[in-house]
């Protein structure tokens, strides 16, 4: 099964098709001394707490990705290059 993705307020709510577990994913989005904007994203189970990626943020990734191709949103697709 795979993982269920919600938008909520300043990221996504991530649950899990294995486990039932949901979690939240949550991109920080900052700037470098050039003014480039560049991000990270960071999620609430015990992996992502350990600094690790787990596949919620592979969801969340991936729902964003297909959200700004439907919405041919290159803005977003620029920043999404840029996110870790
Ligand atoms: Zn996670």
Redesign the pocket.
């Known amino acids: 099964m795979s993982d269920t993705v919600r938008e909520i307020e300043n990221g996504y709510e ?1 649950t899990s098709g294995k486990s039932g577990k949901t ?1 939240t ?1 949550r991109t920080v989005v900052k700037m470098d001394a050039c003014g480039s904007y560049y991000g990270k994203r960071i ?6 707490q350990h600094g690790r990626r ?4 592979d969801a969340a990734e991936q729902h964003e990705w297909d959200e700004a191709i439907r919405e041919k949103d290159y803005d977003g697709m620029d920043m999404l290059e840029r996110i870790s």
């Open positions: 991530v979690y994913v999620c609430s189970c015990p992996a992502g787990c596949h919620h943020i």
